[in-house]
Nanobody, 120 residues
Framework: VQLQASGGGLVQAGGSLRLSCAAS????????MYWYRQVPGKQRELVAD???????NYADSVKGRFTISRDNGKNTVYLQMNSLKPEDTAVYYC???????????????WGQGTQVTVSS
């Protein structure tokens, strides 16, 4: 399974960006999908996640500003980021739990990361 993330960039504080991450390869079912972020010198932190049924969860720092969604037909997860702050600057990674055949345990995969920079 390969994950291709896109949508990062440079934006002013208060602006918006939309990240996308498409999964490809041998996929039977995608379970949870996640967005993480990491700043140099700090641990990678969970930003948001979404179940296959659409239930979402957010870090307190992004609640009300970020929205995670998914398109199961396209095997894609999105992260709409509004009201961006300089402290949102990080490399954002997508992460998914995927099974490649029926009745198999899911494996976990990481995307390559996309840089988000918010200027003040």
């Amino acid at each position: 399974v390969q994950l291709q993330a896109s949508g990062g960039g440079l934006v002013q504080a208060g602006g918006s960006l939309r990240l996308s991450c498409a999964a490809s390869g041998i996929i039977f079912h995608i379970y949870n999908m996640y967005w993480y972020r990491q700043v140099p010198g700090k641990q990678r932190e969970l930003v948001a996640d979404i179940t296959s049924g659409g239930k979402t969860n957010y870090a307190d720092s992004v609640k009300g500003r970020f929205t995670i969604s998914r398109d199961n037909g396209k095997n894609t997860v999105y992260l709409q980021m509004n009201s961006l702050k300089p402290e949102d600057t990080a490399v954002y990674y997508c992460n998914v739990d995927v099974s490649w055949r029926p009745n198999s345990r899911p494996n976990n995969y990481w995307g390559q990361g996309t840089q988000v920079t918010v200027s003040s």
